[in-house]
Every structure is written in structure tokens, then in C-alpha cells.
């Protein structure tokens, strides 16, 4: 138990040596274990008001030789206090764990190949050249360094990030260190280099945006069924949320979605292109190079492509 307490203790000060504030995780999970808010009795480190993980994450090698004195606990490392962006490209975790359908193209297995398809749609090499490890699952952790004019904080996937299986951590996030050990296999150094800043086309893209306006759904879908109108309504604020250089994807993603409906007979071409052309409005309108032929032919292009696939609903022959 000496010698993994010891190995885990070294692993958590050679991160303080790069200025990565570090704090400990539960042995051989990636869970905090630093007490919660719910728990917190207001004494010792916390009583002037609680202290969560990343504002108890730290550098100073005396308080972490004690906080790893007692356990072997894995390390956690605060990417916004430590001044990172950590760029997270994860795995199917099963077989039945499968792209959506905006992400079901050619090639798209993993975070990985989606990463590297929001590289290619912004004609940017993927920027593997930096500080990295490999997490216990095989997946890819990418270190850069943070902006100082530009505060960022997580992404989660699809939801509001890079694409399936990529996330990204910053200001209210963690990376589990490498030397950690979790049930599924050890984290490790891939790349020892010193953390690349993060590219600037990247952190345009993860910066906080204001919150967009309502997405207006066109009239005439209001006598489709309800699901068919909920596609619609998704698909639309997928594209209204697209950012700035990847939002061409995004609408084709979302041009074959519907279109799989249009092919289904569930919804008309014209209903399905004219949410489309609304949603993406600001692609025309923005900063960006894009005309109202090129949107126009993603649309197409995309309803086309997800006609020939149409969507086979349950009890359907």
C-alpha cells in the first residue's frame, strides 16, 4: 500500500511542478475526496464558507505530501486554476453506445475521428503536438494552455461542445493525472512536452455565447405528429446553436435527420427545408463566408442524403 500511496504522491507533485493545482480522488476512483457542500460542517478549511475541489486544489507540495499521506488517492488536477483547457476524446463505453444521428457518417466511431472532422471542417491539423495522456478506457486527453483575455468552462459532447464524445475542461472542471488508477486500467503519459497553447480557432469556438433567440418553427408543422414536430424543434436549435466555422456539419447532420423523416412520408420536403433555412439564418447573417446558395445546397444536399435512409418507425412493417 506504501509503495502505490508513494507512486500516486510523486504523480500529484511532479503536476504541481508545472503549476497544476492538484487535489485528491478516491482510491481507484475518479470521484473528489473532499467532503460536499451538503456535508460540510464550516470547520477547519471551510469556516469561512465551504471549499469545494477546485478552490482547495493547490500547488504547495507540504499540503499535498499531508493530503496524500493518509491514502492512496489518485489526483485530480483543476484545469482553470492551473490555467488549462483540456480537450477530453472519449470511447463508446458499450456497443450499444452509438453516435447520434447528426454524428452517423463515414468514419465516426469515437471522439477521436469526431475531433478530428471539427479539425478538417475548420482546415486546421488536429493538434495532437502538445502535452497528453491516455485515459484508462483509451481515450485521449489533450492538454493546452488557457487564453488569459477569455474565461472558459466546460463543454459536455453534443449538448453544448465539440460533438459526440468530446469534451472539454476548464474553469469548473477536472482531469483525472496521469498515474491515477481506476478499475478499468491505468492513466497514462502519452506526450511529455510542455502543454501547446490552445489554438485560437478552437478557443473561438468554446467561448460562451449569449443565449440565442427562440428558434421560430414554421406554422405549417403544427398539424405533423408530435415526435415529428419535436425533431423538427431539436433539429432547428441544433443549427441555431452551431458555432461560428462548424456550423456547416451541423447542418448537414441535422438536413439528414429530417431528411430521414421527409423519406419516411412523415414530413413534406418543403416543411423540413424551410426550419432548416430559418434555423440558419445566422450562418448568412454572421461573420462568417457563408451565402445563401451554400446553405441552401447543405440543406439540400443533407435532406437528399437522409431521404435515402428513411427513418423506420416502431410498429411500422
Not at 467532503?35 to 469556516?47: F, L, P, Q, V
Not at 502519452?190 to 469556438?205: C, G, N, R, S, T
Not at 443565449?211 to 423538427?232: C, D, E, H, K
Request: proline share 8%; with cysteine.
Amino acid at each position: 500500500m506504501s509503495a502505490i500511496r508513494d507512486r500516486l504522491l510523486a504523480a500529484a507533485l511532479r503536476a504541481a511542478e508545472r503549476g497544476w493545482h492538484v487535489f485528491p480522488l478516491r482510491p481507484h476512483t475518479k470521484k473528489p475526496a473532499l467532503h460536499g457542500e451538503k456535508s460540510c460542517d464550516h470547520t477547519g478549511a471551510c469556516r469561512d464558507g465551504h471549499q469545494g475541489w477546485e478552490q482547495r486544489a493547490t500547488i504547495d507540495p507540504d499540503r499535498i505530501r499531508r493530503a496524500w499521506s493518509t491514502g492512496p488517492y489518485n489526483v485530480g488536477i483543476a484545469t482553470g486554476p492551473s490555467g488549462l483547457v483540456v480537450v477530453d476524446l472519449d470511447l463508446p463505453k458499450s456497443p450499444a453506445d452509438v453516435p447520434p444521428e447528426r454524428w452517423q457518417l463515414e468514419g465516426i466511431q469515437d471522439g477521436h475521428d469526431v475531433f478530428t472532422a471539427v479539425c478538417q471542417d475548420h482546415g486546421q491539423a488536429v493538434p495532437w503536438d502538445t502535452y497528453s495522456t491516455r485515459s484508462a478506457r483509451g481515450g485521449s486527453h489533450l492538454y493546452f494552455t488557457a487564453p488569459d483575455d477569455v474565461r472558459l468552462s466546460i463543454t459536455e459532447g453534443d449538448t453544448n461542445g465539440l460533438g459526440w464524445k468530446v469534451d472539454t475542461r476548464a474553469h469548473g472542471g477536472y482531469v483525472v493525472a496521469a498515474g491515477s488508477v481506476t478499475p478499468d486500467g491505468p492513466y497514462l503519459l502519452v506526450d511529455d512536452q510542455v502543454p501547446a497553447a490552445a489554438p485560437a480557432w478552437l478557443v473561438e469556438l468554446l467561448k460562451p455565447r449569449p443565449r440565442p433567440a427562440p428558434v421560430v418553427v414554421p406554422v405549417s408543422t403544427r398539424r405533423l405528429p408530435g415526435y415529428v414536430r419535436a425533431a423538427i424543434e431539436s433539429e432547428s436549435r441544433r443549427v441555431a446553436d452551431a458555432r461560428s466555422g462548424g456550423h456547416t456539419a451541423v447542418l448537414f447532420a441535422s438536413s439528414i435527420a429530417l431528411g430521414q423523416l421527409v423519406g419516411a412520408r412523415l414530413l413534406p420536403h418543403a416543411t423540413a427545408h424551410a426550419a432548416l433555412s430559418n434555423a440558419a439564418r445566422h450562418m448568412i447573417l454572421g461573420d462568417c463566408d457563408c451565402s445563401p446558395s451554400e446553405v441552401d445546397r447543405t440543406i439540400s444536399n443533407g435532406l437528399e442524403a437522409g431521404a435515402k435512409r428513411p427513418r423506420r418507425m416502431r410498429g411500422a412493417a
